[in-house]
């Protein structure tokens, strides 16, 4: 069964500090990956996508995250976060096979001003 | 841009009362989903629609809930009898198409808090 895990649950960063928040998933076949934000309030929103080709993959807002088939991972990264970046974030995966998107259990990202 | 849309953004219900939550998803889509957080856990998917039938169902997706797609904008989950473990975020989605290469969206959610 497909999973996906975050490594960090809580991050507090300072602003202009450079941020990567971990993600591992576990699936033997083709995946597509996503990284979602949700705002204090707000709806999920999709930051970024991988589907196929390119492996570093540039989303909204200045974030990116890259695709490491061998670590099965896809780390998002960002080098100088914002107060305005403060919000949920959740690593997600789906196969090529079905539908449903599997989440991780969020990093909840504390940006200090 | 074009969003989905849910309501009520909150409902409030007594165990074993029935709750329809309602969604209208983006008009030119054709897979629709639902999934639920609840309070303090990750986002868990429930079940996917398309050409008016379940086209895929998790575990949790029992007998008690079901959906429906009564016309052409509406997109409904309906919790027969509600258990106070039902308390949690619902999230409807919709995407375009299935699978690879169709990228889901998603509403902003109806609380549902069962007392």
């Known amino acids: 069964a497909q999973s996906v895990s975050q490594h960090n649950h809580h991050v507090i960063l300072s602003e202009a500090a450079s941020l990567e928040l971990g993600c591992n998933y576990s699936?033997?076949?083709?995946?597509?990956l996503f990284w979602y934000v949700q705002y204090p309030g707000q709806h999920l929103q999709l930051l970024l996508k991988?589907?196929?080709?390119?492996?570093l993959v540039k989303g909204i807002k200045g974030f990116e995250a890259e695709f490491i088939k061998s670590k099965f991972s896809f780390n998002l990264r960002k080098p100088s976060v914002q107060w305005s970046d403060t919000a949920e974030y959740f690593c997600?995966?789906?196969?090529?096979?079905?539908?449903?998107?599997?989440f991780g259990k969020g990093t909840r990202l504390h940006i200090l001003p | 841009e074009p969003e989905v849309t849910q309501t009520p953004s909150h409902q409030v219900t007594q165990m074993g009362q029935e709750v329809i939550l309602r969604c209208v998803p983006i008009?030119?889509?054709?897979?629709f989903y639902w999934y639920r957080q609840i309070l303090g856990q990750k986002v868990e998917f429930l079940v996917s629609?398309?050409?008016?039938?379940?086209?895929?169902k998790s575990e949790i997706f029992d007998d008690q809930f079901s959906v429906e797609r009564p016309d052409g904008s509406n997109f409904t989950l309906k919790i027969r009898s509600t258990k106070l473990e039902d308390s949690a975020m619902y999230f409807c989605?919709?995407?375009?198409?299935?699978?690879?290469?169709?990228?889901?969206?998603f509403g902003p959610g109806t609380r549902l808090t069962v007392t």
């Open positions: 989605a919709s995407s375009e198409s299935g699978g690879k290469s169709y990228e889901q969206y």
């Open positions: 699936y033997g076949g083709t995946v597509n």
């Open positions: 991988y589907f196929s080709g390119d492996p």
């Open positions: 997600a995966v789906n196969s090529d096979r079905d539908d449903k998107i599997i």
């Open positions: 008009s030119n889509h054709l897979y």
């Open positions: 629609f398309y050409n008016n039938e379940i086209s895929e």
